[in-house]
Structure formats: C-alpha cells, structure tokens
C-alpha cells in the first residue's frame, strides 16, 4: 500500500515550505518481519515478500528532501535498518545501518518522484519497527545565491603576532602550513578583501578549488570503475556514505564474535543519529580485563573524508592481522582497540550526501565543516534541516573547538558562522560528549584523532603560551616515530597555530593518555580516494611515505605503543574471583580566559572531569594497565635549567649599498647576506635567539630570513605594512648562521630606505616547572557491590605499583557500605 505522512515545515536554502499529504494511519507506520536476516539493506531494492524486509512505496510531492525514519516499535529492541530506492531504476537515494531501530535516511528527491522504503530486520528480537516518513518542500525565494571562484592561499606568518592576525580575520584555516605559512581556503571576493585589507602576505596555490574538486570527483569514478581491490585491507576502491561505514562495522562484529564488538556511543547526534565504533580485542566482551586501550577516530570535521577511511581500515587491519599476522596478532592480545570512524555523523551525512560541486557557497553542503546544531545561530535561521536550512554550512559548532582543554581561548571562533565557532561552552555538543565519556571511562593510554589535510603529526599542546608538558621528550619522541612512516612533519599543534578546545588538548591534559592528531595528505579536504586514502594508508607513491609504512605502520607504531608497559602505568595486586575494582579521580580544570566577540574577556570557567577505570577480578594475581594517577596539566611543564648564560647580543653590520628590489626570494637570491654564531656551553647555553632589524618608513618593506649552515631557511620575518622585522628560532643548535635581508619594496629606489638596528639578542632557557602529585581512590566492591577495599594509589607512567590484598587487608568496618 502507499505510505503518505505528513510534511515537516521551515525554510531552507533560500526557503523550505509545508505541503500538506494526506496522514500515514498507524498501522501503515508499523513494518514487520518475522525473521531476521543479516543482509545489507541498502545493496539493492528486494522483491515484496522477501523475508526480513518489510516495504511501503511512497511519491514524492515535493522538491525537496525525504526523511524516513525508524524507532522501536514494540518496546523490544532490536536492530532494523531503512534505505530508500528510486522505484525506476532500483538505485539507493538514502539509507541507515546503525545498530539498534533508531534510523534517519535522508536525500534529496523531486516531485513525482516514485520511491520505495524498505525496512529490514537485521538481527534481534523485534519482529515490529515504527516507520515515518517526511517530504520537505524546498522552494526559491529572492536572489539566487551566486557561487564564485574558491581557491587556497598561502598566508606567510612568521610571526606569532602574524598567526594571532590570521587567526582574527575569521576565514577557513586548513591544517595544512609550518612555522611560517597557513593555507587558507578563501570562499569568495568577500574573504580576498579581507585577507587583502588585512596586509598579510600571501600566494596562491590552488586558483580554482571548485574545479579541483569537480577533477578529483572524476578520479573517483574513474578508478572505482576499474573494478580492481585496492591494496587497503578492506580492498576498498571508493569514499564510503554513512550506512556503509555503520553495516561494516556491525559485519566486522558479526563475522568475528569474540574479537570485535559493535556498539552505540552514549548520546545520539542533534539530528538522532546514533554514532557507531567497534571494539577489537581478545575475548572482546570482557572489557574490564585490564588491558590497556588503544583509541582511533576520524571525522570530527565533516567534510574530512579520508579521516573515517584511515579509521575503518585500521579496523579491517586488525581483524585480518589477528587472524593472518603473528605480529600484529600479538600486539591485539596484549591491548584492547577502539576504532570511531565518524564522530560528526550528521555533519559527515550532509556532506557526503551533497552534490559534489567542489565549491565554497553557503548552501554548497559538501565543504561542511561542522555539526548540526543551530541554537547559537540567529533565531530566524535556526528553522529548517541540516541538509537544507537557511544558515547553510555555516551553521554548526566544530567539534574539535569545544573540548574543555583551554576552550575559550584563541584559535577557536567566537561566532556561529565562524568555522571555528566553539560552542557556547565545553561539552556542549553531544559529539564531545561521547568522546569524553569513552575516553574517561576507558582510560584510554593512547589516541589518534585523524584530519585532513597537511600532512602533520601534531602533539599537545595547542597553544604556545601554556608550554610543553614536562613529557615533552617522550611524546615527541612517538609522534615523530610516526612521523618517520608516513612521511608528515612532526610538530606541536601551536606550530601550525593556535588552537583551542581540541581533543588532545583535553585528553592528554587531563587524563594523561598520549593523544595526537594526523592530518592526512598534502592536496585536499577529499581529494582522490586512490591518492589520500590508498596511497596514504599503505605507503605507496605519490604519498610522503612512500616506501616508508604510511599510516599503517604508523598505527601499529601506537600499537605497540599501547601495549608497552612503560609508556602507561601499572596495577599489580590480589582480588578474588568476580570482585570489581576501580580507580577513580574527580577534579576541576580551568579553562582558558574566555574570550568575547567584543574583545574582552571573562574568567575562566572550571570543568569538572571524573576519570575512572574498572577492572573485574579472575581471582588470584592481576596486572591492570592504566593511566598515571598525575594529570599532566598539573605536573608541571618541560624545559631545562640553563648549562651558562645566554650569548651576548651581536650587532649586524649592514654592508654597503642596497640590493635591487626582489619578491621572489628565495628563487631570486639578490639579497644582503650577514654572517653569525651562535655559541655552546660551557661559553653559552641560548634557549632562542631573536635576530631584528629596522627602517624608517612603513611602506618600505625588507623581508628577513635566518638560514643554518647547510643553507636551509630555519626562521623568517617577511610582514608588510611595517617597518621592522623579527625572525626567532628556539633552542637554536650551536653553529654558524645567515641572516639575509631582503629588499622587497622601496617608497623612492632612487632614495632608498635601507635598513638598520639590526641585533641578534639571545635568551636563556626556560627552566621546567613541578606541580603537585595527585593519587587515584581504589576501591574494591565484593559480588554484592558491598565496598571491601579503599586506599590512595600514586602512580607514575612506566611505575608498576603492587595494590596488594587491596580487597581484604585495607578493608574497615568503618568502609563497610553499599555502592
């Protein structure tokens, strides 16, 4: 029978309008199977009568959007899935694959559009489902948004006040630049005059982003349609949608039952999404084994593609390494892995469900960055869906902004529209939510956090003013062991530039699990799957670790690193049989000052985290891997106490005469050339230097660079609208040194404004700091949950602690209570 609902209004786009359908009768809204089949509901369009499928056909009044949606049906849970097929050709429109009956498919249709929506029951009890479904009318009102010409700049910021100005003029920032240059996707003329007016340098690397995106789109088609596997470990050939990652993942889980286990993040996306991972280990089910968790995510941002792809073929990787490789094999044994291919997963759905256009329009959906969620956004454009709404892909919060790990701070937007907009506070978008929740109940010893683009292993923390912390040496020394297999740069986030509210910067602070991000591939937010997914992930040409291991090995680098005690910290003790212990720390951690759109600043707002791990006895002896009881926001930050004093100041003699004006450095290598050393202890120990120099009038313009004996470009100041520059390196090696000026601009070249003041001046190191030790509350509750056992547990990261009889012998009458 025809299934006919009635139809959500609002405005989107330009407008979104009601139409009125007939209403669906209840019983038309139930769909039942008797039997469960496990059989991928989206893969084709199944005859009436098939068995485990139920389906309505329905047509579309609108040009607009369809919504079919599925709930539990009676009060049994169980996992039914929902796709819509074009009733013509049989081709999928939208679909959904979570793991339990709470389903969204949505795409758009046109008017008169025959649809047919099948419902299947994939496993469990529930014999019933409730089905909606809703047409939403989209309808242009007023002048029709013109799309023009993206493209990608280089922005040079030498400078940490050049970094502060970019981060202020509120364009799109990709993760993709060093310490002296950002590349920045400019939307349109609007963004050129503001990066213009702003006096900022910049080049252009992709003129026509829109067409680079349009070619790769191609490419896509073009090698998928080759129908050869892949070299991935899944053999994948093509950009997954949403459904596709969520029935894989259940299929992982269904293939291997004792290995991986598939569940359902705690809270669903503000569209009702369920967020979907996998958890892949030996004897799965027995979470609370104490072994130590190995954590991998992709797409917090949604227009980040290859970010989910590294993560489900790292999933792939382990099942089929457990099972083929005694390598890996062992390291699976030895640790616990969880795999969340898509944070975002309303925003990821929006994009990749877009017309794939390449362009940076308001309503052009595909470049997304963002989430759903539109209550900070003006009240006349909080209507309407996220596939189609009146704010476009503005509207939303990034995700990877609204951490509570010096949230407030700079690098994140003040602003709905930004698209580095924070949120209204910490934690306030469920995607946050869940991360948090998994990785303080977890403990999670190890994170990657996987972006695109840039080609960067980047480590806490996020923001040069807070300092290193004091295990600087051993988290560089990881990330840049990644590093060295896929070929990125490895550098602390603030070298890229300023963040705050990132994941990392909230994990690792507080929970003291090793957290990274990678930002995947040099090209593209998505660029050719064969290039940023494939050749990313094994290693293979034109990736910078060709040859090397990619990401792969990269991964199985953290692996390794999970499974080594010395990188987390260690229980040992006694407990009987069916006996639960826990390790449990609650406290408050300041954010940063929080900055306000009117440039001011409030206090600080305390978050309050509650870190705990649980550990379920076997009886006898047990080894229980966790995090150190000292958080590293409170342990102090790294530095070294000075081996001399710093270098005497040394005066730069300008030579005679002034070179030809040159904007073409370092190609053009016309330029004044300054020799100096920078001296060793026992004479020096410099913690940086800062070479400056100075002229008369702000519109002359010399450009500064530092170069190290082997010729190589290690600092640079190259601003305009000044009339200094300062290039600084830190920790500079003891060698010998170049200054070059540069005569980029002159007012008059017939009477030239040459520069003067120039000074190397050095500064001492800048000695580590302590903080104080904090302990962990273990507890111990019999099989009644009765508490038996309490004591405080300082642990330090590589330290194995012996808890002891923790169960009987620091057990007190006095403790004796229900949990």
Not at 402 to 419: I, P, R
Not at 575 to 594: E, I, M
Not at 768 to 796: I, K, Q, S
Request: proline share 7%; glycine share 10%; charged share 25%.
């Amino acid at each position: 029978m025809a299934l006919r609902a009635g139809v959500a209004t609002g405005v989107v786009g330009l407008a979104l309008v009601g139409v009125t359908v007939p209403a669906a009768t209840a019983e038309d809204r139930v769909v039942r199977a008797d039997q469960a089949v496990t059989r991928a509901c989206h893969a084709s369009l199944l005859p009436p009568g098939t068995a485990g499928v139920d389906r309505r056909e329905v047509t579309s009044d609108v040009d607009g959007l369809v919504q079919a949606r599925l709930a539990p049906g009676d009060g049994r849970e169980g996992d039914w899935d929902v796709a819509v097929f074009d009733e013509a050709d049989g081709a999928v429109v939208a679909a959904s694959a979570a793991l339990r009956s709470r389903e969204l498919a949505e795409s758009f249709v046109t008017k008169g559009q025959r649809l047919v929506v099948q419902a299947c029951r994939y496993a469990g009890p529930a014999r019933t489902a409730t089905l909606g479904v809703d047409f939403l009318a989209l309808t242009p009102r007023g002048t029709p948004t013109t799309v023009e010409r993206a493209e990608v700049v280089r922005v040079e910021t030498p400078r940490q006040e050049d970094k502060d100005a970019l981060l202020g003029l509120d364009l799109d920032l990709t993760e993709k630049g060093d310490a002296t240059g950002v590349e920045v996707v400019l939307a349109g003329d609007a963004d050129r005059a503001t990066l213009r007016d702003s006096g900022l340098k910049h080049t252009t690397v992709d003129p026509d982003l829109s067409r680079t995106s349009r070619d790769a789109a191609a490419r896509d088609r073009a090698y998928a349609a080759r129908g050869r596997a892949s070299g991935l470990p899944s053999g994948r050939t093509s950009y997954r949608h949403l459904y596709e990652y969520e029935y894989e993942l259940k299929e992982l889980a269904r293939g291997n039952p004792r290995l991986v286990r598939a569940f359902t993040l705690p809270e669903p996306t503000v569209e009702g999404r369920d967020v979907v991972a996998v958890e892949i280990a030996k004897d799965v089910d027995n979470a609370a084994d104490g072994k130590p968790v190995n954590l991998l995510m992709g797409v917090h941002h949604a227009r980040e593609w290859p970010a989910g792809e590294h993560a489900i073929e790292w999933a792939h990787e382990l099942v089929n390494g457990y099972h083929r490789d005694r390598s890996i094999r062992s390291q699976v044994v030895k640790t616990r892995n969880i795999v969340v291919p898509i944070v975002n997963a309303d925003g990821f759905s929006v994009s990749r469900e877009a017309e794939p256009n390449g362009d940076f329009a308001r309503f052009n959906y595909e470049m997304k960055r963002k989430n759903c969620r539109a209550d900070d956004s003006p009240p006349q454009l909080r209507t309407g869906v996220c596939k189609a709404n009146p704010g476009g892909r503005d509207r939303g919060t990034d995700p990877n902004r609204n951490y509570a790990g010096f949230w407030g701070g700079a690098g994140a937007g003040l602003t709905w529209s930004s698209e580095t907009f924070r949120g209204p506070e910490p934690f306030s978008e469920p995607e946050t939510r869940n991360i948090r929740s998994l990785v303080s109940s977890r403990a999670v010893t190890n994170l990657i956090t996987l972006h695109t683009y840039g080609n960067l292993v980047l480590r806490p923390p996020g923001v040069a003013a807070v300092r290193a912390p004091l295990e600087e040496p051993v988290v560089k020394a990881l990330a840049d062991r990644m590093a060295s297999r896929n070929g990125y740069d490895s550098i602390p986030s603030w070298g890229l530039y300023d963040t705050t509210g990132s994941t990392e910067d909230w994990s690792y602070w507080a929970t003291g699990g090793f957290g990274f991000t990678f930002e995947i591939n040099p090209a593209g937010f998505h660029p050719p799957y064969e290039d940023a997914v494939v050749a990313e992930y094994v290693g293979a040409a034109p990736a910078a670790g060709a040859g090397k291991g990619g990401n792969r090995a990269a991964f199985l680098d953290m692996l390794a690193n999970a499974a080594d005690p010395a990188a987390h910290s260690t229980l040992v003790g006694t407990a009987p049989h069916g006996y639960q212990l826990k390790v449990h720390k609650t406290f408050r951690t300041p954010t940063s000052p929080v900055r306000q759109a009117d440039g001011s600043t409030t206090p600080p707002i305390q978050v309050t985290d509650t870190v705990e791990s649980r550990y379920s006895s076997t009886g006898g002896r047990f080894t229980w891997a966790v995090n150190p009881s000292t958080r590293p926001y409170v342990a102090g930050r790294h530095g070294r106490d000075p081996q001399g004093p710093p270098q005497a100041a040394i005066t730069l003699a300008n030579p005679p005469g002034v070179p030809a004006e040159n904007t073409s450095f370092p190609g053009n290598p016309v330029a004044e050339r300054i020799p100096f050393t920078v001296q060793g202890p026992p004479a020096a120990d410099n913690g940086r230097f800062d070479v400056s120099v100075s002229w008369t009038s702000t519109r002359t313009d010399w450009d500064l660079f530092v170069l190290d004996a082997a010729g190589q470009v290690v600092a640079q100041s190259a601003n305009g609208g000044t009339n200094s520059e300062r290039a600084t390196l830190l920790d500079p090696p003891v060698g010998e040194y170049t200054a070059v000026l540069v005569n980029y601009d002159q007012v008059d070249p017939a009477d030239p404004d040459d520069w003067t003041g120039g000074v190397v001046e050095f500064a001492p190191p800048v000695p580590p700091t302590y903080g104080v030790a904090e302990a962990y509350t273990l507890t111990c509750a019999d099989r009644d949950g009765r508490l038996v056992g309490l004591t405080d547990v300082f642990v330090d990261r590589g330290e194995t602690v012996d808890v002891g009889d923790v169960c009987t012998d620091s057990a007190r009458a006095t403790k004796q209570r229900r949990r």
